[in-house]
């Protein structure tokens, strides 16, 4: 029964495919559509359209018709001048449609000649149309004074065809680069959102992916828009890798500051904001591009250096973790009490707020020097707090230990001399 079912279904099918065959391709014959590009009054519209889908040798072909039409329109150009020299009347109506013309079939003849090339036209084959196309511009300039070329560029501003259409190109050029901006902040500000999701990326290295979002975007609709308006955007590739090449070895240095500024917003050594030591810099980073990094030292100079040199030093990040320990050391007298000493420093630690209880604090004599006990007082801080508590503590203990009776000692040494009569005793 399913069987039944199935060749019922595709019998059915079979049956609809015979009522509605397959529609053949029509067929035209090629003569009849270049017969379309012999009308000489065909616009320069028509005539981009048309010209799309002819092959290489069909191009040779309509521009050798367009040169045709182009020289005849320059031999009555000729003789419209002979005949005013002879003394003849030409009407400036009829030396000005002349000049309109030639210049509306210089314009065609170039659109034939750059769909061509942009098919892979021979250049031998291409090149006597170009220098025809050449010497007929400045046979037109020849042909025709001053006064007649200025109304002749009157009567184009004013055409439809020409000023006008150019003025319309720029109005829309205008809102599509000012559409492009748009897109590209609209772009910028997605990836900004994206960006903030991830907690793992630097902020350096944000603001460096975002300013790529934001140019990648600009350039490729550029690149999009230039297209649309019929300018042929491939030399633009080969003028890029023409200089991309002569750049890298050029900027052979640029480039090493590049890959190290790379590297590190990738493995992010270090943040803005961030208090650093490299270089044999300390300061807070202000900035970061990838070629170099901006350092504002602790008396506001702003220090700039390279990234190669940062990336291939020793770098120290200060503001790395969110605690610090801070160590002070405090030197006593041989004739003092240490136990009274590390209690003293004990009881500033504990009254001061900014010194946290865990990691607990260290106080002990650490080392017995030539002058002076040594005791060393390491308590933990936050991270903003580290000047704070280290220059308090200071002066605290030394107000402390006056009070006390505990004496810090200047360096001193004894020195004992023996005479010549005791060293013979």
């Known amino acids: 029964m399913a069987c039944l079912f199935y060749y019922l279904i595709a019998g059915l099918l079979l049956s609809l495919a015979a009522l509605n065959p397959t ?60 005949a005013s020299n002879q003394g003849a009347n030409s009407t400036q109506e009829q030396r000005g449609a002349l000049l309109d ?93 994206a960006l903030a999701k991830i907690s793992t990326v630097s902020r350096i290295l944000k603001k460096f992916l975002l300013k790529m979002v934001y140019w990648v975007t600009f350039v490729l609709g550029g690149l999009i828009l230039l297209s649309f308006l019929g300018v042929n955007i491939t030399p633009f590739f080969a003028i890029f890798g023409g200089v991309s090449f002569i ?15 790379l590297m590190m ?22 900035e970061m ?43 006593i007298s041989y004739s003092d009490s240490a136990a009274q000493a590390i209690q003293v420093l004990e ?3 504990s009254k001061n707020e900014k010194c946290l209880q865990v990691p607990a604090p260290q106080i002990f004599v650490g080392e017995l020097g030539e002058s002076s006990v040594n005791i060393y007082c390491r308590p933990w801080v936050k991270r903003e707090d580290y000047w704070e508590v280290f220059w308090g503590l200071t002066g605290a203990a030394k107000e402390c230990f006056d009070a006390e009776g505990i004496s810090i000692p200047f360096p001193q040494r004894d020195i004992h001399i023996k005479s010549e009569q005791a060293k013979r005793s």
Not at 26 to 54: F, H
Not at 247 to 261: C, K, P, R, V, Y
């Open 347 to 349: 009881d500033l630690v």
């Open 101 to 193: 013309a030639q210049r509306s079939l210089e314009l065609k003849y170039r659109d034939a000649l750059a769909e061509w090339r942009e098919k892979g036209a021979d250049a031998a084959a291409l090149r006597p149309h170009e220098l025809y196309l050449k010497s007929a511009l400045k046979s037109t300039l020849r042909s025709f004074n001053p006064l007649e070329l200025i109304r002749s560029l009157e009567r184009w501003l004013f055409s439809p065809d020409g000023g006008i259409q150019v003025l319309y190109s720029l109005i829309g050029f205008c809102v599509a680069a000012w559409a492009l901006f748009l897109w590209a902040g609209f772009s910028t500000r997605l990836a900004e959102r």
């Open 23 to 82: 529609p053949t391709l029509a067929q035209g014959s090629p003569d009849s559509y270049l017969t379309q590009l012999r009308n000489p009054y065909l616009t320069r519209e028509d005539l981009q359209v048309l010209v799309k889908p002819l092959s290489e040798a069909e191009l040779g072909q309509v521009a050798e018709i367009w040169r045709g039409y182009l020289q005849s329109n320059l031999e009555q150009m000729a003789q419209t001048g002979l």
């Open 265 to 286: 917003m990738i493995l992010k050594p270090f943040d803005t904001g961030d208090t650093v030591r490299v270089a044999g810099v300390s300061g807070q980073v202000d």
């Open 247 to 261: 750049l890298g070895f050029a900027l052979q240095q640029t480039i090493g500051n590049l890959a190290s500024g």
């Open 289 to 331: 591009s990838v070629v170099s990094a901006q350092i504002r030292t602790f008396d506001n100079q702003i220090v700039t250096i390279p990234n190669s040199i940062i990336w291939g030093d020793v770098i120290t990040n200060v503001s790395a973790s969110e605690t610090r320990r801070v160590d002070l050391l405090f030197s």
